[in-house]
């Protein structure tokens, strides 16, 4: 167990519809990443927080958003979806900015169908 | 961007070193090259972090020769339950997370 959580675990929408993803840090990290995992694309870094701010941005869409709480919990967005938005969504989560390990959550499987 | 490379796959039996490399071009002064093992459906998880010459740990070494444009990632006597996927991180100039495509390393009886 990593310390990381994400809600949902599964996920099974429509074409079109928005969906949130959630994540909670490890206690005392400061950094939080989103990533997107399909199977023809390998691991795509979407974009990371640090303290509430935005940090980096990698191959994230126009159409996906992000958003990190005082609290430190963070949130994606991700709307008009598609049939290729279908994949795992992990959010992990650092100490540092990005010099320290990350660790992973279990991931949130998404479906659109 | 950091781009890197590995291997697609690698095969190797129970007990035998296994050396998986990573090529970074365009890697700056200060950028860290880490490297993640996953297996399937689970999020990927720490293995090493290096910045030049040899860093070692419980499970691995990591070897990073002194121009920095590969790394080597040196997993000792792997068993079966070492079958994942490795991937080696670079981070890049303007701060992107750059995962290399991930070499799917299979240990055989």
């Known amino acids: 167990d990593s310390g990381v959580t994400q809600t949902p675990k599964h996920l099974i929408t429509a074409t079109g519809q928005r969906v949130t993803l959630r994540c909670s840090p490890r206690?005392?990290?400061?950094?939080v990443y989103w990533y997107q995992q399909s199977l023809d694309q390998g691991l795509q870094f979407l974009i990371q927080?640090?303290?509430?701010?935005?940090?980096a941005k990698g191959n994230i869409l126009e159409r996906f958003s992000a958003q990190q709480f005082p609290d430190l919990h963070s949130e994606l967005n991700l709307s008009s979806l598609e049939l290729g938005d279908s994949a795992l969504y992990f959010c992990?989560?650092?100490?540092?900015?990005?010099?320290?390990?990350?660790?992973f959550g279990p991931g949130t499987r998404l479906t659109v169908l | 961007l950091a781009k890197t490379t590995q291997p697609i796959s690698m095969d190797s039996y129970e007990g035998q070193e296994v050396n998986i490399t990573c090529s970074h071009n365009?890697?700056?002064?200060?950028?860290?090259i880490t490297w993640y093992q996953q297996f399937p459906s689970q999020g990927p998880r720490f293995i090493i972090q290096?910045?030049?010459t040899k860093v070692t740990n419980e499970v691995a070494s990591l070897f990073i020769p002194a121009d920095r444009k590969s790394s080597t990632l040196s997993l000792p006597r792997v068993s079966l339950s070492d079958t994942a996927v490795y991937y080696c991180?670079?981070?890049?100039?303007?701060?992107?997370?750059?995962f290399g495509s991930g070499t799917q390393l299979t240990v055989l009886p």
């Open positions: 992990a989560s650092s100490g540092l900015e990005g010099r320290n390990e990350q660790f």
């Open positions: 290096g910045y030049k």
């Open positions: 991180l670079a981070e890049g100039n303007a701060r992107q997370l750059t």
């Open positions: 206690s005392g990290d400061l950094s």
């Open positions: 927080y640090y303290n509430g701010e935005e940090r």
């Open positions: 365009n890697i700056a002064t200060n950028d860290y």
